[in-house]
């Protein structure tokens, strides 16, 4: 899922000015299926506006540390407040060339379909992404986008009229292969 031209590791002169970020992947069962909460950016943002992603953000000054930072911005973008959750685990960092953001990913799980508060400002929309049925019938796709880095054609998922791509699918991917060497989903 990494994008072409783009590059997991830190060069030397970005080490002093990365900027550590938590994202938090939040997931509750429902009918059978396990479901991955997922946003849409408002396409006012400064960066990453408009891209699926998952709720999250840099961390700031008042953060102890990359979770603290995910519970803190999930609870500002949806409304989902640490009381609701229970983290399972963290997964691989992930660094990020072109924002120069580290990204620290955190498993939630939520016991049903959480009641959200969205945002308006930072987030456009929820998606409910259907981990189970992806496992399944897993659909890589690959799409023509505009970047800060020009034009390229990338992988990624179609879901609900979206595209997910880059750090968010990767993420998404990781944790998908968990479950799957689990074998938490049979066929």
């Not at 505009?146 to 998404?172: D, N, Q, R, Y």
């Amino acid at each position: 899922m990494l994008p072409p031209g783009r590059d997991l590791k830190v060069s030397p002169g970005n080490i002093q000015s990365i900027m550590p970020s938590g994202v938090l992947l939040p997931i509750f069962p429902e009918n059978g299926e396990l479901f991955a909460c997922m946003i849409k950016r408002s396409a006012t943002m400064k960066i990453h506006a408009g891209q699926v992603g998952f709720p999250g953000g840099k961390q700031d000054q008042n953060d102890t540390n990359a979770k603290d930072t995910a519970l803190r911005e999930t609870s500002e973008e949806i409304g989902l407040t640490h009381c609701e959750i229970e983290i399972l685990g963290e997964l691989t960092p992930l660094y990020v060339s072109v924002s120069n953001f580290m990204i620290y990913p955190f498993v939630a799980w939520i016991d049903k379909r959480p009641m959200l508060s969205l945002n308006r400002h930072e987030v456009e929309k929820m998606l409910f992404f259907p981990l189970i049925s992806y496992l399944r019938h897993p659909e890589v796709k690959y799409k023509s986008l505009h970047t800060v880095s020009g034009k390229f054609k990338v992988p990624g998922i179609s879901f609900e009229g979206e595209f997910i791509w880059g750090a968010t699918a990767m993420i998404l991917m990781e944790f998908l292969d968990i479950l799957k060497k689990r074998k938490f989903i049979r066929g």
